[in-house]
Every structure is written in C-alpha cells, then in structure tokens.
C-alpha cells in the first residue's frame, strides 16, 4: 500500500492567486511632495551641501544620477494590533525616494496608509524595530520590567529618524556612513560602511570598529563586542572590527545574527546578548594601563568626533577645531560631575584596543581618516602628539571619558570549511523556519552554488543557550518560509516550486493559472475538465520560480499576452512553452501563509499555501497523533496527510473528516476498500485519484455483492430506524445474512507507517473523544469520531473500551460489526505505551466519583490539547474536594501527563504556572476557584460552552462570588462572575483619568432666568448634579452661592433723611458702601473653599477669573456707587489682597488629576499690570493642588525677579506647599535667597520685602515638614526671637515674622516630641518656654551673633524678651512639637495662670493659644462636652467672672473684671477651637452640639448689657473662633444650622465687624461647603499644621493688615482637605444614585467596634477608623471593601471623585423612584398570596431584567400562541423556570433547567440516542447530594438557592419511573442478557443503555471478575459489590436479576 505513495507525482494545489502591487508605489504617485521629489532630483548642487560631507563633491553625484528613475524597496510583515491579540492583516513600509510609505490591508479588507513620512534626503532603509526601554533608567538587567516601544526607524545618509507610534520623534545623527542597520531585541545595530582607503596601512594600527548598537534614540552609538572562543579555549573580548565580516541575517527571538566572512567565505552564527559588567572592564581595561599617549589621543579623539557630530558639528571640521574640542572635552571631564552621565551620552570606550602597544603614527591619521576630513594634518596636532611632556600626557591619559560598549555577540557555530568554496557565497537569504514537529532550522540560501543550507538548531535543556546540528543541502534557486503552517517553499532550479517541512519534501505546488514548467508533457489535449487525468499526468507541479530552463538559453521572445492561452496552457506544445517566458523568478514577503512570487514577465502574484487542516475535529486529532509518534514518523505522517487533503481538485470543507479517516486507516494498514463503513464514507462527487488511487479491484463493474454490502452498512440500519423513514412508511428491506465468504475479514498490511503505533493513535483519539465531550459544540464531531474509534477498539479486542463507546452512542454502536483481523504474529510489532489503560478513561466517570467522595486514579491529559480536561479536573479537585495545592503544582496526583519519552520541546507546550496574583485577595473555595479561573484565561464564553452538568460546580462557585464579591478584583474577575459594577470599577481604576470625568461634564442646572447674571461668579463648574443628590431636600447651594459671590454689585440701602444734603447723602451712600466692601473682599477665601478641587480646566484656555466687584448699586433708582469718587478717603492698596484671594480662588477650582504644563501656566499671564496680583493668587493656588512642580524652573526665576511681592509670596508658598516635606534642595536653595538668616553673614544685604520673607520662612517650614532637620531648626528657633536690627531693618509686622518662625518650627519637629534626635543640645522646649513667658535673653549662638549685637535705635528692649511679638510662635511652635503626645509635664507650662497677679502679665488673647496648645498636646483629653471645655477655664476665673449668661454687672473691689472676663472668654474660645481640631471633618454630634451651644451664648452675650466688660472686640473675636471651630466639625457636610449662623454673621455689616470677622465668617461658611461637599478635613498631623496656619484666631483688622498674620497663610487648609465623599453611581444608567452603605468602624479606646448606616452619596469619616465598607442589599448587589488589608483601593476611589459602581438587582427600584420599597417586583407578587406560580406574568419580566435574550424566551416560549398546540403545563413550567432564575439572579441557569427538562421528557418517550444529556443530570443530583455542597448549605443557610429545591426531585422521581417502568414491561429479560454476555435486543439498546448509565451498573467483565455465582442473599451482593461503587439503590434493581430468586430481597 505504501509504495503507491511513492511512486505517485504529489501535489499541492495552492489557493487563490491575486495580482500583487506594492501599496506604497500607488499611493506615492497621488502624494504631495513627489512633483518636489523629482524637482529636487534635477538640483545636484544643493544635494552636494545638504548631503554629509563624508564622501565629498564625488560621492554626492554618485548619489544622484539625475535619470535614475528611484529606486523602490518595500517589506510586510504580520500585522501587529496595539493590543497585541492575533489580526489579520498585512503591513507594508514602502520606501521610495524622500518617502516611507505604511500601510496596512489585506485580501478581504482594501489597503489604507497607515503613516506616510518624507524626509530631507534619500532613504537608504527603513525598518520596524522595538526599542525595549527598562522602567527604571539606572539597572539595565535582563530581569528588570521593560517597556515596550514600538517605533519605525528611517535610515537617512547623515541621520536617523525614529518615530515611535505613541507619536515621540527623535533624529540621531551618525558619526559615520552606515552600511546597514538591522532591528534588534534591544534597539538598533548599525554596520559601518567601510570605503576602500580605510584599509589597514601598516599592520600595527587596529582597525576601528565595524558594528555599533544603539539601545534608545536618546542613547549614544556604541561599538558592539565579540565573544569568541580563542584557539586554546580562552575566550577573548574584543570590538568587532573585522571588515570583512558582514551581517547577512539578524533574528529577534531568539536574539541570533549571522555573518558571512568574505575572506574565507564562511558564515557564523553568534548569540546577541546585553554586554556583562565584567566584559565591559575587560574591553575597557587598557585605559589603565596606557601605554603611549599616542594611544590616548587616537581614542579619544575618535570619541570626541563622535560626541562633536551628536552635538550637530558638521564632520568636515578643521583640525584646530577638532583639537580644541579635545581640550574642552577633557576640561569638561575633570569638573565633579565626571559620573553623572546624561542619558544622551555615554561613555564611549577608547577604541583601539591594540596586540602591541607600539602605535605608530598610522594611528593618528587612521583616526583622522575616520574623521572624514580630508585636510592635512596640522603641524600643531603632530607636536601634539610627539612631545612626551605636551600638555597631551597631562591631560588625555586619565580621564578620557570612555564609550562603554551595551552589546556583546557570542559565537555559536560556524560552518565547516570546504575545499571548493567559491569566492562570493554570501547568503542572499536567510530565515528560520520550524518543521511540523517544532524541530527549528536556520535556513540560508547561497545563490551562486543554488543551494538552500539549513541548520537544525534547538535550545538547550536548561535554556541558556542553542545546540547547532546538521547542516542539510537542498537545491534551490530561491526559497521563503510560511510561517503559519511550518513549512517552507522552494523554488528550484527548474523553476518547480515545492514545500518542503523541514527538509522533508512535502510536494510540488500547483498554482491554477500559471503555467507548469515542465516541458514533457505526456498527453498533449487533456479535457480540462477533469483533474483526475491531469492529476495523474507526471507533469510536475507548477512552482514560483521556474528558473531561466537551461540557466537562461531561453530567446528573448516578446510575451503571449493572449490570458485565455495562459489558462489553457496545456494545449501549448513545447516550443510555444518556451517562448512563454513567464517563468517564476524569485519568492519575497513571506507573511503567514501568504507568499509573492515575483515572474520574470516582471509582474508579480501572490498565493496562498493552503492550511495543514481547516475543521477544528482533523486539527485536534492531528495535533494529538503528532504529540505522541516518534518525530521522524509524525512528519511523514503529516506529510502524508497534507498530499492527500491538498491535492489539485481535493475534497471540500464536508468531507474532511472521511478523508483523514480514509488517509489515517491506509496509513495503519487498513484497505479502507475492505472496510464496510469507510467505503462508504461520502466524499460528495468523484473519488479523486489522490486520495483513493486506483486499487486492484475484482471488477470494474460492480457486482451484487456491492448492493449486500450497502444493505449491511451502518447507514443504511441508521436511515431504517430514522423517524422519517416510519413516517413515510417504508418496509425494511430484507437483508441476507452476509456469508463469510463474500466479505472476509481480511488482515491489516503490519508494514504500514503507523501500524506500530496504533495503540497510542487509539490512546491520544480516546482522550481527544472525552476533551470534546466537555464542548457541547463539538457533537457531530464526537459522533464522527466514535465510529473510528470503535473500529479500532474491535479490531485491538478491547471489550472494556466497545462497552464503554456503546453505553455513550448506543444506536451508533452495534453489537456485531465486521472487525479486521490483526495476525497476532504481527502483534508483537506494536508498541502498546506506558499510559495505556485496559478500563477506558472518562472524564464523566472521574467528576462523578470526585463528587460522591471516592477515591480517583490521576486522569491523563494531553499537555496543549486536552487543556479543557485538565481544566475542568483541576477546578472540581479544588472546589469540591478543597485542594488548593493542586492548582498551585500542577497536581500531579490528579492528572497525568502523557508525552512520549523522546520529546524534548515538550517543555515548551508547557504554559506558564498560574499562581494565584498577590494583589488579589481570595479568600473561600469558591473564591480561589474563580480568581484561578481568570488567571488561566477562562472566559464566560467558555463557560457558556461547557455541558450544563460539569459546569454546575463552576456556576456555583460563580454564583457564590457573586453575591460577596471582594472589591479588589480584576476586572477579569469581576467579568466572570458577572459584576458589571466591579469591572467597570477595576477598569476606571487602570485607566488614566480622561480630561473631564463623566460626573464633571455635567453642566450646572440653573433656573434659565439667573443664568445670565451667574455666569461669571466663578462657581458654575460644581457638579450639580451629585449637590443635588447630597442635599435634595433644599436649595442650600443656592443660598451658599449667593453669599459668596464677589462679582455683582452690591446694595447699598441708606434712607436719606430730611435734614441731610445731597452731598452728605452721597458720601454717607460711599461709607456705607466702604463698610459693605469689606465684607465683599472677604469673599473670595470662603468661595475657594467652596469650589475646591471642582474643575478641568480646557489647555486651549485661560482659567476664567470671575472679576471682584467693589461698587454698589443704591435704591431706588439702581445708581451706582463708587469709591474712586473722590469723596471719601479710601485706604490705597485696599484690594490688592483681596484680588490677590481672588486669584487663589479661582486657581483652587482646577482639580489636582487636571492635565495642566507649564506653557498653561505662563499663558495664564494677565497682559496688565492691574491683575498681577490674582496672578500672583493663581500661582499660590496651583502649588496648593501639585501642579506647580510642572512649571519649568527658568520661569519661577522669571517671575521672581520681577521684584512684585505678591508674585513672589505666592510662589514661595506655592511651590513649598507642591513639595511638602521633600526636603527638595533646589526649593531650599530658592527659599534662602530670601531669608537673610539662611545666608552666609558675609552675603550681600538683600532687599527682601517683609511679607516675602515670612512667605518664604513658612516655605521651609512645609518643605522639611516633619523632617526634624538639626540645621533648619535651629535657625528658625532663633529666628522666633530676632531683635529689631540697629537700623530698623526689622521693626515692622515683628510679629507676622516671629509666628511663621515659630509655626515653621513647629512644622519642621511636627510631633516629634521628646524624641528630637541630635537636637539635645539646642534646648528647643525651654527655649520656646522662655520666649512665651518672656525673661532675659540668651546669649544668641550662629552665625548671625554679630547682627545682634548692637541695639535697636528707636525700639528700647534691653535685654529682655519681647514676649508680645514671641509668645504666639512659641506657643504654637510648642503644641506643634509635642502634638498629640500627651506630654503632661509641656502642657502644664501651658496652663492658664490661676491667680490675678499672674493673669495681668498674660494678653487675653495668648491665653486663648496657651489653652489650644495645651489641648492639642494632650489630645486623647480632649472631649466633645461642656463641661470639659469650662475645665479649661482657672478656678478664679471661674468664680469671679461674668458667666456668657449673665444679665447685670457684677461689682467687686478687688479684682479686675474686665482681665477676668476677657480671660474667661478667649479660655473657652480655645478649647472650643481644640474640639474643632480634634474633631475635624468627623461630624461629632456630640462635638456639634456643644461648640453650637457655646456660639449661641457668645451671641447671647454680644447682644446683653454685659458684652462691655468683656469688650465688643473679644466676643466678636471669640465669635468667630468658635463659628470656625463648628465649621471644621462639620467640614463638607453642608449642616443647616451652621449655615444659618454664618448668614446671620454674613448680614452683620455695621459696627465692630472688620474685614477680618468677615474672613472668618466666610472661612467657616466654605468650610461647610468644601468642595462643594466632595471634600472634608483630616486630622493627620501634617494637616492639623496646615489648619493652625489657615484659622490662626488673630485675624486682620483691614484688608491690607498682614502685622500678626499673613494672609496669604489662610490658603493653606487645602493641604489639610482630603477627598471623602462617595457617590455610587448606578452601572447601568451611568448615573449617581442612592445607595445604602454600612460602615463599621474599628474599635478604639473610647467605643467598641461599632457599625452604622450611612445613605451614599455621603462624606465617609477619616479612613484610618474604619474597618470595612459594604454596600448594603436588598436593592444593590452587595459589594465589600475591605479596609483592614490597607485602604489605598478605596483612596484611589475617593481621589477619583468617589465614584462607586453599583448595580441594581432584578426587579428593583433605585431609592429615588421607589424610596420606601413598595413599588419593587418581589413586593407585588408577594403581597398578592397567591402561591401558584402563575400569578408570574411573562410581561412583567421587563422590570426585572433588560437582558434581551430572556425578554424573547419570556415572549416566545413562555406565552401560549394560538397554533402552537403546546400544553398550557409547558408554558407554565417556562414561565416558572423563568421566574425562578430572574429572581434568584442566576439567569445562566435557565438552558440548564430546559436541557434538563427536554433530556427527562426524551426519557419518558423513549428517544434518548445517546445518553449525554442523561449523564449530565446524574451529575447535577450527585453534585447537590456531595459533601462539601452539603457542607457550605449548612454553613450559610441564608444563601439564595442556586436551583429550585423542588425541581431536582421531579426530575429524579421522572427518570426513577420511567426507567423502573420500563424494567417491568420486560426490561429484565434484555439487562440479563446484557449482563451475561448475550446479544440484546437491538429496540431496547438506547434505553438499556440509559440505565447502565443511570445506575452505574458495571461491565459484564466486571461482574465475572466480582465472582458472584455463589451469591444468595442480597447482603452477600452488598459487600460484593462495594468495590464496584454501584449505589444501592440501583443494586435493589438488580438483585432480582442477579440472585435468581427475587424472595430474597426480604430478608
């Protein structure tokens, strides 16, 4: 049989041919600059400039031939998506001239430019190439994670483009002419092009190097190394500088590159690898040891050539020049900064490395020559070099920087000398191919001897490195390798085109419409028609290259351009053949299995090679056969196969299958002639002679026994027992027995490929029959193949295997068929493996077992094909049976894996290990279950694809997650189990936040009326419609925004009294206004607050800054009032600062995520002088949210040395806010400039302004933040107390200057406490106690002694403490310290004195410090009520002072009221302002209704007859701090009776309201609103510092009032607000919602662990107090954040505007339509009690879900239709299952209920053909009747049903009784006989079979082997049978049948 199939011509038919024209060539000739090209082509002259001066006037004419037509180039390659998953695409990059030319396209899809680029001069080569990029710059190790940049590299004579696709360009310019440049796995490689005067001269001088790498377009060329083994085995390092090596070929993966030596005309291949550190030093070790300085200078200045070009010198510079570019490189190396290399450069290595290290003077000029100038050499460089002690040994010998070399290439293999060897056998083509067997081979074909060489190669074990083998010759003129079908084509040289695998040759290629090559042609006038003669002609197949025939003698005869000839060539004889001149020339581009073949007519085609199998069913069985034979064997078989199913004219796409069953049994030696079923496989039409060549057959007529034989045939009893047939009722045929005679059995031919291996072909198709088991797409697949398989299993006598094929397909499966003899003689041929098993492997059997609990053999799989099995094994191990280990290791004891011993590559097949991600947190089973899952890449598709019974554990686990997911998951993950609302969270949280979220977009819903007027207030981004949502009850933000408006005028309502005249009537109209106007440029601070944080802005636009208005309109008449009138006197300067807060405000709206640069920034910049200061407000506010480290440092001096004073406060605090505790010293450096105590003493005096320094003392302060820094602290310590100097430098605001000292201080130490390490020595503790207590001043240590000496001249201290200006920052500078330590000792220094005469030496007001410090010190003190706040208060304050309540004055002698008093208030006023601390941002309730009771008093009291005693100022004062102090309490959450507060302060305008009360009125109504309720305050430490800054309690008298405080300082509660608001956000609208939250709260000192409901969107209390998070049901699904674990997930939330995706459940309403619950589905249907499940109407279903698919099963399957003739049961049992799923939320459940259904009602009327279905229910029951289900229902009872607990029941009482039915109605008799061997009844097979299945019963030969003859009692059956694992109950069935005599089931 085997012979015929060498004999007989094989050939290939290739698929459909197309014309073939490069995209590019088209597209270049409609591209816009092609009319310049060739203008440009006609101008040679400017060429001559333009081109690089390297080869000179010669060259570039030789470049340019002006009637060159351009030449053209183009490559393809395989499309590459972004993404990176598989497309079907070609890419092409054309060059032509000027222009590269990208296109993509394909055959079904038309091409289209991609990128198109035109460079300056001619491209010589462009190229793909990857530059892979470490993430971190500093470690280049392999191992490091790299990015991945995708760039195109365009070759230009000077330079290099790289443009990379996220749209970066680089230019590199080349020091040197490039030969060539090749793509690399690291970057570039270039090849020097070596001119022919660069010939070593004299033997001493070492050439330069030949081939550079270059990493990144930022990096510097370098020179490559060569690791090559020496001839004594040591390897030697050293460049690569052999000219005549040249690359021929380069590969990525593996990193290899051949080269061909054209002096000894050899190839070598080397590995291409990162350069080690060690074989850097060894390449760079001669630096040391220089010899001559000679030497020196001839590398060095090859490396300074190198550096001039890169710095963009031209080459063609003169000697002096190079020369003094020499001298300044080597200054430039000796400053310090020798190490820190610029990414640009690097060091490039001396590059003469020599054998003697005498350099003659050749040296210099060769280096010069590389140099390219051609100008003789100066007089002065010889000097240079000849005169030993010239400044050159000086200076060279040491430090040249050297140029470090990053790639290295390691020889692997050379090839072996021959004695002809030709001079020119340069490789013209080289590429790897792999055979179909994973074997690779390096393929390089040698034009000039016509030979293809290929190199076996294979990794080595350990994978370090590749084995190089055989070399193996095939004659070729050309050749390309098909990548996708691992074969590749060759074109010999007689013009045939043949696929060779490997090299073996597979076949020709025959290309329908080309013509064959071959001149013998033996029939002369075939009938086209027909294939079968022109297959069988020996006309070779027609190939890409038919080569000139006798290497060119052919005529130049003009070309037939007659197409119908070319179609019909044949009828061409051989003459006329021969003037056909469309031979094949040559084959390019290869993609895929797509190849060009170019025909010496000059056109060119492409064709497709066919695939090696198209149904998925042939490529699994192939690939599993291919798996398991020896290698030699598996190619030939599939070179085989590949013949037959590709033959000119072969079978179509149906008849695949019987084919490969026809090939497959020919190989094993069948006659599939003799073989009843493959004879009559259908091969739809003709036999084609390929595949079934003509056999010797008895008679070509046909015979009767033909007809019998059709009779006897499987098809024919199938069609027979079809319904169709009985309904058409025709007779079953008569069928004689067949005699023996006329079909013999005959024997199998044992001298066939695959006759040995048939056992292992049975093993690998059994295990691929169970892996398409577990896809229900696979049926007909499956049925095709049993029938194979049962043939096998017959004819190799496995009765175990027939028996276990017949119970699955009882009606394909037969009892007798006709079985094939295999002579036992010839058994012992056979190999049977090891992994043969006598009982048949089934995957149904092993799940069941595994779910009952028994104990499981491993099951086999085969690696890379059974993946499914192994899936669904590894899945039920770790769900059911709780392994995780098996997951982990591969679970060698639950599978096992099945190679043949003698594959090595299988170590390939192997995919990685999944372990479980860290990230990920799973906790349960079925957790670890479904994060594996995803983790191995399984998708809800796959899952949709399993059988319902296999996938029900999965569906569990899935479920199970489902209801508790962890919010932490991939979005993989979150896809699986069906939480849109999760993965559209993990999503969001990978993605980069876009320019506006979709929560901002939303434009604020303003009535249409007030739009006009409101839309420049500076407050319209807030998103409203999250506002309305947080307070949907009211319009407070409206209110909140009418207060805090600065940009309209406002009403100035004076009634003009009789008596007064018009002129005092106006200017009573312009005070009022005067008054108003403080009040409106208090404003803008609370506006900031408001809208913080609440804008993108648009990079294309200024930040609009709404404009503060100070006139007033007046009544009746509206008239405006203005002060620049001139009636009045207005303080000058009053806005300045105002604006200067304006600016801060409108700068804080931009959101920190906001994609803002520096060129924003500075574009910003107001034209006129008048805006500098909002400007200056602007910069401030950029610091304050981060984007000020964008702007570029030149600018921030820019603005600086504008001298404006405010520009440069807010930008000291600015960019110190951006750099909070950086300790960043070139912020430092910025800052010092500016505080004279910071300069060295002898510095110039600067002229600082006084606010600017403070600005800039409170910088240091936030930029070494909690650092303790010795140096800083101390100055600032001293700085606290600086004296006013001799000449009164300092003697203005002394105290704004002392307290950003002191607050600094404290910042620098911040809760450093007692531990301030290395700051012993400074005292700071009682240092600060003295400069609040005041005393004699200390001796003044540091530099500035000498600035102190000598006393003010006005102010007269002595030397004493001024304590009036220390005191604050001492105070504070101390609470800041020792904060939260709860110091006793320091805090008693801070308690407020207890008797008169000490509280007389105390100002009231630094009481009120005094008892904050004390109060923050001892935080944990500190609580939210009354009575602890008058704790505070001394006793004899206490009880002689006038109670906040009092009504009349109190008289006494002794004593002076007015200190009592005015103590006893700024007390309480502290500890209230301590409560705001320590409860900031928390919403204390308790807190809230203290502080508010004492507000209320303090107004009480403003307004009593008492007030005066205290003094208006002090309550007013004390008013304010408490207000502020509520505020804090209640950051963000809007309170209403805060609100009211402050608008009840906002109307109070007269009197002894300041500019400053109304600061902080508005302070405290933004605080309330912060961020428009997005944000709240934290009470970290770093913010409490920023929050002492902002709400210091000593506020301004008038708005240019900065003596104690600085204004500007206010901003900084921004660094103390952090983001807290959560907005679920439902996932299907996109919309914010209601949502219930449960917020459970760790336990502290002072609760227990505690939980509360909160109702989202709400602010969350600080993160660092909670435990967990969880959305709460019934409404939503639940959803869980876990805090415990570390809270940056739900940071990363907040940061992102909170957004929390929620998902609705079925038949629920959000809370906004339905908020009491009433409305939802499962309300309705329960209300109506009405148990039956009909009161379920189908239509309601659309409330419950919009899944498509179950709202048209609702309407088609679930509503009686008129003509349908269904019962109304069915309907109502649809309607039900319907029900059931959408409530329970399991809809994936509903095809499993109906498959269920329709498989029990099959049963029931006896049509169950095969008994898949029935198998699955069995392991749905088992899998709810198994342990560890049982297990988890007990452990949460309260789960919702995954099935309805009352179907499963049914379904098994239906199959009980349909089966128990049928084994009374006679059943009996036919399982008797089945169980004793017998033949059965051929009606009862499918349903006998379906009762083995369902009760387990076991094989005949099983029972035999039990031995139960003796048996007589149904117990001795029992203990019989429990090895068999046959349940019981099934046993009872049996028993009668077993024992004999059924009475003795009763005992």
Known sequence: MSNIYEERVMMIAAGDLQEFVP??????????????????????????????????????????????????????????????????????????????????????????????????????????CDFSIPKDRSDKTEDSTEVVEKCICILQSSCINIHSIEGKDHIASLPFQVANVWPTKYGLLFERSSSSHEVPLSPAREPLPTMFSMLHPLDEITPMVCKSAGLFGSARVQYVADYSMRIVFLNAEPSILMTYDATQSVHTIWALRRVKAEEQSAVLKFSEQVGT?????????????????????????????????????????????????????????????????????????????????????????????????????????????????????????TEAFTTTREKNSQASKVFITTDLCGQKFLCYLVESQLQLRCVKFQQSNDMSQLIFGSVTNIPAKDAAPVESIDTMLVLESNGNLVLYTGVVRVGKVFIPGLPAPSLTMSNQMPRPSTPLDNANTPSKPLNKHLGPLDEGVLSPVPELRDSSKLQNSSYIDDCTFQQLSTFIHSVRDPVQNRVTLELSSGSMVRITIPEIATSELVKRCLQGIKCILPREVAVQMLVRWYNAYNAPGGPSYYSEWNLFVTCLMNMMGYNTDRVAWTRNLDFEGSLSPVIAPKKARPSETGSDEDWEYLLNSDYHKNVESHPLAKALRLDPLEVKSPKDSLSPNHCLDSTTLLFPHIPAIFCVLHLIYEELKLNCLMGEGIRSLVVLLVQLARDLKLEAYLDYYYRDYPVLVKTSSQACIIDPAQTGFMHHPSFFSAEPPSIFQWLSSCLKGDSVPPYPYLPGICERSKLVVLSVVLYILGDEKAVLNEASNYLSRITTGQRKQQTELEEPRCSFQHSTSASSLAEKLVVWMTNVGFTLRDLESLPFGVALPIRDAIYHC??????????????????????????????????????????????????????????????????????????????????????????????????????????????RLLQLCQRTMALPLGRGMFTLFSYHPVPTEPLPIPKLNLTGRAPPRNTTVDLNSGNIDVPPNMACWANFHNGVAAGLKIAPASQIDSAWIVYNKP????????????????????????????????????????????????????KLGTMDMSITRLLSIHIPALLPPTSTELDVPH???????????????????????????????????????????????????????????????????????????????????????????????????????????????????????????????????????????????????????????FLLLRTLARCLILWDDILPSSKWIDSNVPQIVRENSVSLHATEMPSSEDLNLETLAQAHVYIIAGACLSLGFRFAGSENLAAFNCLY??????????????????GHYNLETCLSVVLMSLAMVMAGSGNLKVLQLCRFMHKKTGGEMNYGFHMAHHMALGLLFLGGGRYSLSTSNSSIAALLCAVYPHFPVHSTDNRYHLQALRHLYVLAAEPRLLVPVDVDTDTPCYSLLEVTYKGTQWYEETTEELMAPTLLPELHLLKQIRVKGPRYWELLIDLSRGTHHLKSILSKDGVLYVKL?????????????????????????????????????????????????????????????????????????????????????????????????????????????????????????????????????????????????????????????????????????????????????????????????????QLLAGGLEGCTTFSELLLKFKPLGMPVRALLRLAPLLLGNPQAMFL
């Open 1251 to 1405: 606010n600017v320094q403070v600005a800039a003392v409170i910088g240091i302060g936030l930029v070494y933040q909690g650092t303790a820094h010795r140096h800083t602290a101390e100055v600032l310590l001293s700085e606290i107390g600086r004296p006013p100097g001799p000449e009164m430098e300092y003697c203005t605001d002394r105290e704004s200057y002392s307290l950003a000292a002191g607050l600094a201080l404290g910042m620098v130490c911040l809760g450093h406490g007692s531990n301030l390490i290395g700051m012993s020595d400074l005292n700071v503790p009682e240092q600060l106690y003295q400069y609040m207590v005041g005393g004699h001043r200390r001796f003044q240590a540091g530099m500035h002694r000498e600035k102190h000496k000598s006393p003010s001249y006005q102010i007269k201290e002595g030397d004493t403490i001024n304590v009036d200006v220390t005191c604050p920052g001492a105070t504070l500078a101390l609470a800041m310290i020792y904060l939260k330590t709860n110091n006793r000792s320091i805090a008693d220094w801070l308690r407020a004195p207890d008797t008169m005469y000490l509280l007389d030496f105390v100002k009231p007001e």
């Open 1493 to 1510: 009771t004492f507000a209320k008093d303090f107004m009480k009291c403003l307004s009593s007859a008492t007030a005066s005693i205290a």
């Open 293 to 413: 300085p000679q030497y020196a200078a001839a590398s060095s200045s090859f490396t300074v050539h190198l550096r001039s070009l890169s710095k963009g010198d031209s080459p063609v510079a003169s000697p002096f020049q190079n020369y003094s570019s020499i001298h300044s490189q080597s200054r430039s190396a000796s400053s310090p900064s020798i190490h820190s290399r610029s990414p640009s450069i690097s060091n490039m290595a001396a590059l003469s490395r020599s054998h003697s290290p005498a350099l003659g003077v050749h040296s210099f000029s060769g280096v010069q020559r590389f140099n390219f100038s051609n100008h003789a050499q100066s007089p002065r460089r010889h000097s240079a070099c000849h005169s030993p002690n010239s400044a050159m040994d000086s200076f060279f010998a040491p430090e040249t920087e050297l140029i470090v070399p990053e790639l290295c290439i390691d020889h692997l293999w």
């Open 1167 to 1218: 034209k006129n002088a008048e805006l500098a200061n909002e400007y200056a407000g602007f910069l401030m506010a950029l610091g304050l949210n981060g984007h000020l480290t964008k702007l570029a440092t030149l600018n921030i001096h820019d603005y600086l040395t504008k001298g404006h004073e405010m520009t440069s406060i807010g930008l000291l605090l600015g960019v110190s806010a951006a």
């Open 23 to 128: 995209f590019g060539r088209d597209h270049c000739k409609h591209h816009p600059n092609a009319l310049n090209l060739q203008l440009r082509q006609l101008q040679p002259a400017s060429e001559l400039w333009s081109s690089d001066g390297a080869a000179g006037l010669v060259g570039s004419l030789q470049e340019v031939t002006i009637h060159e037509k351009h030449k053209e180039s183009w490559q393809l390659r395989k499309g590459i998506s972004d993404v990176g998953e598989e497309v079907e695409y070609d890419e092409e990059l054309y060059v032509a001239g000027n222009m590269v030319i990208w296109s993509r396209g394909s055959k079904s899809q038309a091409s289209a430019v991609y990128k198109a680029f035109t460079v300056d001069s001619p491209v010589l080569q462009a190229l793909w």
């Open 962 to 1071: 489902r209801q508790q997911p962890a919010s932490d998951w991939p979005e993989a993950v979150c896809l699986l189990i069906g939480r849109q609302d999760l993965s559209k969270q993990a999503c969001e949280g990978n993605l980069p936040k876009c320019k506006a979220s979709d929560t901002q977009v939303l434009s604020s819903e303003l009535p249409s009326t007030a739009e006009s007027e409101e839309e420049d207030d500076g407050m319209n981004d807030m998103n409203q419609e999250v506002m309305s949502l947080i307070w949907s009850e009211d319009l407070r933000v409206q209110e909140v925004r009418r207060l805090l408006q600065s940009a309209h005028p406002v009403r100035v309502n004076v009634v003009q009294m009789p008596e007064v005249s018009d002129h005092e009537y106006i200017e009573e109209k312009e005070n």
């Open 1705 to 1901: 459940r079925a038949g629920q309403l959000s809370y906004k339509e339905d908020p009491m619950g009433w409305r939802s589905l499962l309300a309705q249907t329960v209300t109506h009690r009405n148990a039956d499940a009909r009161a379920f109407k189908p239509e309601a279903i659309s409330a419950f879900t919009s899944d498509p698919a179950l709202l048209s099963f609702a309407d088609y399957f679930c509503k009686p239709a008129a003509n349908t003739g269904q019962k109304q049961e069915v309907f109502d049992l649809f309607s039900s299952i319907l029900y059931e799923c959408v409530t329970q939320e399991n809809p994936e459940m509903l095809p499993a209920y109906i498959a269920i259904d329709q498989a029990v009602r099959r049963l029931e009327k006896r049509e169950m053909s095969e008994t898949f279905d029935l198998w699955q229910i069995k392991l749905v029951l088992e899998f709810f009747n198994s342990r560890s289900h049982q297990e988890r229902m007990r452990k949460n009872p309260h789960r919702g049903l995954f099935m309805n607990s009352e179907f499963l029941p049914v379904i098994k009482c239906s199959i009980d009784n349909t089966l128990d039915q049928w084994l009374q109605a006679g059943g009996d008799v036919c399982l008797h006989s089945y169980l004793s061997g017998q033949p059965t009844d051929e009606s009862q097979l499918s349903i006998l079979a379906c009762f083995l299945i369902y009760h387990s019963v076991p094989t005949p030969a």
